[in-house]
């Protein structure tokens, strides 16, 4: 009898120790977006840069930012980043309808559908979640990153370093070891670690 008791006590306890550290799992997360809301130094890979949110209603970020604050481009058709505004080809496709420029800050949002689904940020002056200052340099952020799942896009002498499964990429104009711009974008579920 005792060892059944035992048994269930100890299923109840291992349920119990899941539930916590998934509800710490939320609450890290709900922490972090805050953070990334009301810092606009800190960079969130596939969450979010400059105070606004990926996969976060455009019509929100407006109202919390400023309407006036944006520039707004609407092409014609649907673009896509990496080859409308990159001028690079690559496997990995980010779509958008439209972009909001805010000047006085130095980022574009990418939206499609109403939703943000890039943020590009041209301020090195950076910190990721992960610790990894921008200003340190591409050779600084490939070295905590890592070669694994690194996409390396290349014209003439300009690189993007994309990190897909991470949600963030990096790019070096003229391949001076600096971190001249990157872009924060969501991952696919069937990749995020």
Sequence with gaps: MKSNCDMCLRSVLGLFLIFVLGISDVLGETELLDEIIHDNTIIGPGLGSEGVLINEEI??????????KFK????????????????IKSK?????????????NKYAVCVFQGRVIAIIGFDNNRMTTDSINLRSGITSFIFYYGNRNLNLLKADSNRIYLYPDRGIAVADDGMNDSIDLYVIFAVDSINKK
């Excluded at 014609?76 to 001028?87: D, H, S, V, W």
């Design 72 to 87: 707004i481009s609407k092409p014609r058709n649907t673009g896509e980043l990496f080859n409308n505004i990159f001028k």
């Design 92 to 104: 990995k496709k980010i779509y958008f309808e439209s972009i909001y420029y805010h000047n006085e």
């Design 59 to 68: 019509d929100s970020v407006l109202k919390r930012i400023g309407r006036n």
